[in-house]
């Protein structure tokens, strides 16, 4: 067993990690820390969930030093990873005397003016950071260690000239590290245009099959919404994630859960950073149990508790399916992820367990209520059932299927 002393943490941040539960560092941790520690231009790709703040952060926390400037520059994709990157490192240095400015768009500019001249170490989204260039009240000068946080996701939201921009004003032998889920093209060209000697460390996805159970239920597209809700009350819930491909369809099962008394709320893409960051927030602290979301919209982000993952469709993306049943079965808590698959869904399905040694099995098929579903102002619910007349859901399969391993 490995404990961050043996990675020769300092004992004032080895004691600030214990106390927040970090006593045994996860695979990527293990990995990575030694190799930023050595000053390596490094590039850690893991799953949602592994730890990566930690893996520049306690680096980072490790190696600069009180009262001599900001010394470590942080980017995150959104205001609501920033902060909570810049949480963690607060925890994490309550035994050291170092500060944390954090710096996103949207809020007054002169506090963060103020946060900056006193830290350390800024965490920050890229414009606003820019804008505080731009200003000349943030001095990359004497910055030694340059992280790229959720690297993928940046570039995914456009961010990559900014990125560009804010590398070219810090020193030319500061280290860069970056972390994200995945390995894009843009990342291999900032990697080639700007990292030295770089090292890819790249863990595997973990999906912890003890803990995490995964099933599917062959379904009809148009009774989807009947069977989530009949599954949302039938099974033993706590904190729920509806994940939809598309925002428009996280708009509709959404609106669709509230008309039957559930009380979600929702996050995705094009919703305001501020109201994503007041739903997540919500759901942290248990004042929601049913999020829908668009994946896009929580990657990254920490969501605690969840008992249940839903996906209501499937991306294209295999990947994007173990990101999804990740959010769900962390720190030791079994947990559930149920797949509504209809015919449409059944190639993504498949593509999945090709490629992952994982597998799903499908629920027991049983009758439900048929629910009218809205779906917007033109009323198209021509499809809509009558909420008395009940009837057993279709299905085009026998029992006792599995996808995955065994099947495919
Ligand atoms: P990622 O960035 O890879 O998605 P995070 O850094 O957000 O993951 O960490 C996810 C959660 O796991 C956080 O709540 C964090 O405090 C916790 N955590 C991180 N490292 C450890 C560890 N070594 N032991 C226990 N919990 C950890
Ligand atoms: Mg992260």
């Not at 190799?35 to 930690?54: M, Q």
């Amino acid at each position: 067993m490995t404990s961050f002393e043996e990675l020769k943490i300092k004992p004032e941040l080895a004691r600030a990690l214990k106390d927040e539960g970090i006593v045994e560092p996860t695979a990527i941790q293990y990995r990575t820390i030694p190799l930023v520690l050595a000053g390596k231009d490094l590039v850690g790709i893991s799953e949602t969930g592994s730890g990566k703040t930690a893996c520049f952060g306690i680096p980072l926390l490790e190696k600069v030093q009180p009262k001599k400037g900001v010394q470590g520059l942080i980017l995150a994709p959104t205001r609501e990873l920033a902060i909570q990157i810049s949480g963690e490192l607060k925890k994490w240095s309550k035994y050291l005397n170092l500060k944390t400015a954090i710096v996103f768009g949207g809020v007054g500019i002169e506090p963060q003016i103020r946060a900056i001249a006193e830290s350390e170490i800024v965490v920050g989204t890229p414009g606003r950071l820019l804008d505080h260039l731009n200003r000349r009240t943030l001095n990359l000068s004497k910055i030694n260690y340059f992280v790229l946080d959720e690297a993928d996701k940046m570039v995914e939201m456009g961010f990559i000239e900014d990125i560009e921009r804010i590398l070219s004003a810090s020193p030319r032998n500061r280290q860069i590290i970056l972390f994200g889920a995945t390995i894009s093209s843009e990342i291999d060209y900032l990697k080639k245009k700007y990292m030295h000697d770089v090292v890819v460390e790249e863990t595997e996805v973990q999906v912890k099959k003890d803990l995490l159970k995964q099933y599917y239920y062959d379904v009809q597209t148009h009774e989807k919404f009947s069977l989530l809700v009949h599954l949302l009350k039938k099974e033993k819930t706590g904190r729920v994630i509806i994940f939809c491909s598309k925002r428009s369809t996280v708009e509709l099962v959404n609106q669709n859960l509230r008309e039957q008394g559930i009380k979600s709320e929702m996050i995705h893409g094009k919703m305001t950073q501020n109201k994503r960051m007041t739903v997540i927030e919500r759901f942290n602290k248990g004042k929601i149990d049913y999020l829908v979301a668009s994946a896009v919209a929580s990657r990254g982000l920490d969501i605690k508790d969840v008992t249940h993952v839903f996906n209501y469709d499937l991306s294209q993306d295999p990947q994007e399916y173990i990101h999804r049943i990740g959010r769900t079965a962390r720190a030791g808590e079994s947990g559930k992820a149920i797949t509504l698959l209809s015919s449409q869904d059944h190639d993504a399905f498949r593509a999945i367990f090709s490629r992952y040694d994982i597998g799903a099995e499908e629920l027991p098929r049983e009758d439900f209520p048929k629910l009218k579903f809205q779906t917007g102002m033109q009323s198209r619910n021509s499809r809509g059932f009558d909420r008395r007349r009940e009837s057993r859901g279709s299905s085009r399969r026998g029992n006792g299927n599995s996808f995955g391993r065994r099947r495919y």
